[in-house]
Each structure stands twice: as structure tokens, then as C-alpha cells.
């Protein structure tokens, strides 16, 4: 049973630079999200998305993108990647808003230099 | 404002002992869901325990339980007989639902470490 599935686990690039994060899930959620980590900070919503074909902004948006083509799964973009943004990132998803838990990845390790 | 407020950055316990991690939280809505989350050392995150706003009883989850009171608008989490394994971060968190969507806003967490 995979779950939440991100790929990659570690990516380092020069300031500027674009890269995606996939975040795959296999548990027929309809709810995705995508969060960072800082130290001292939590986790902090970036976007996240109630179906296939939508997305919302969160807490902190600004410099990324993101995709929901299909249902399985949810696309992060840093379009040029600023040091600002060195940070572990994580998907997550649940079934709907009324349920229980996120069901989290196990992270996404970025540094930007 | 913040949503979720835990204000022990850090906490030791020693092991076999209870310990009560603080968690309090701040919206207008009526219907929300409250979480208790671990993060161990290498960086997943589990789900520990869940509270529905409606819910009359605290929840609890083996030695896990949520001390839940409303009118504070406190949801502490409270783990007995500590267990060298239960050294992490703990994240509080709160689900508000607005329409169609739903988030979970999270607090900045507290690292529990158990000694012998």
C-alpha cells in the first residue's frame, strides 16, 4: 500500500532554477494539499486542492504553482527557485473535509542555494 | 492571529511518566476538527489522535487522549506511561471547513524528549 508518494526525497538547485514536485496518492482522496516546513515555524499550507482540476491558495503562496490534472495527483512548480524557499515540503491528502486525518508523504527535502 | 498556539517549544519527561502537551486554538466556527500529529527524528509525520468539535467525549487512542475543553479552547494532549520511543515533535493542529474547503492549519510544535 503506497499512500502518498513524493518524488523527489532530495533536490538541491542554484537560485533561479524551476523544478515540480509530484505528489501521487492511491487512496482515491479527493483532497490534496502541499505544505512547508521551517524550523521553529510548523507547517505552513502553501495550496491544496478540493478535485481534479481545482486548486486554492493556502498561507503561503507566493512563488509557487500548481496542477491538479488528474486525481492521483498533485504538482508543486517553483518556477525560479529563491533561497527563501530551502525547505522540506509535504503532500498530503484525506478523503473530505468532514473525515479524519491527513494521510501525509514523507517529505521533500529542497535546498536552494 | 495565530489559529493554533503551542507554547512549549520543548519538554522533557521521564520515562513511564505522563506528560501534557498545551494546544490551544482560536476560530468562530462551530464545526472544526482538532489533531495531534508526531513527528519523529526521521521527518514523517503520524497521526495520533483526532477530536470533533461535537464530540462529548475526549478522544483517546491508547495511551494517547485529548483533553478537550471547549470553552478554553484547549485540545492538550496527554500521553501516559512515556516510552523512550515517544522523543519527537508533536504538532497540533485544526481543521476549519469554509464551503467546500477544508484546511488544516498547524502549530509551531513542541519537541518532547523522554529520559531514562
Known amino acids: 500500500n503506497a499512500g502518498v508518494t513524493q518524488t523527489p526525497k532530495f533536490r538541491v538547485l542554484k537560485t533561479g532554477q524551476s523544478m515540480t514536485l509530484l505528489c501521487a496518492q492511491d487512496m482515491n482522496h479527493e483532497y490534496m494539499y502541499w505544505y512547508r516546513q521551517d524550523p521553529g515555524m510548523g507547517l505552513r499550507l502553501i495550496h491544496y486542492?478540493?478535485?481534479?482540476?481545482?486548486?486554492a491558495k493556502g498561507e503561503v503562496p507566493d512563488g509557487y504553482n500548481v496542477s491538479r490534472l488528474k486525481k492521483q495527483n498533485f504538482l508543486l512548480g517553483l518556477e525560479s527557485a529563491a533561497p527563501s524557499q530551502t525547505s522540506v515540503y509535504f503532500c498530503?491528502?484525506?478523503?473530505?473535509?468532514?473525515?479524519?486525518?491527513?494521510?501525509f508523504g514523507e517529505g521533500s527535502r529542497l535546498t536552494v542555494l | 492571529a495565530q489559529k493554533i498556539t503551542q507554547t512549549q517549544p520543548g519538554m522533557f519527561v521521564q520515562e513511564k511518566e505522563a506528560v501534557t502537551l498545551d494546544c490551544t486554538y482560536d476560530t468562530s466556527d462551530q464545526s472544526y476538527g482538532l489533531f495531534w500529529y508526531k513527528q519523529p527524528s526521521s521527518g514523517e509525520m503520524i497521526f495520533l489522535i483526532y477530536?470533533?468539535?461535537?464530540?462529548?467525549q475526549n478522544a483517546t487512542e491508547g495511551r494517547y487522549s485529548l483533553n478537550f475543553q471547549k470553552a478554553r479552547k484547549s485540545a492538550n494532549l496527554v500521553i501516559s506511561a512515556s516510552q523512550l520511543g515517544d522523543s519527537a515533535m508533536y504538532f497540533c493542529?485544526?481543521?476549519?471547513?469554509?464551503?467546500?474547503?477544508?484546511?488544516?492549519?498547524f502549530g509551531t510544535g513542541t519537541r518532547l524528549q523522554v529520559t531514562l
Open positions: 498530503a491528502s484525506s478523503y473530505g473535509p468532514y473525515t479524519g486525518e491527513l494521510f
Open positions: 493542529a485544526m481543521r476549519e471547513i469554509a464551503g467546500t474547503a477544508s484546511k488544516l492549519t
Open positions: 477530536q470533533g468539535s461535537y464530540d462529548e
Open positions: 486542492s478540493v478535485g481534479e482540476g481545482t486548486t
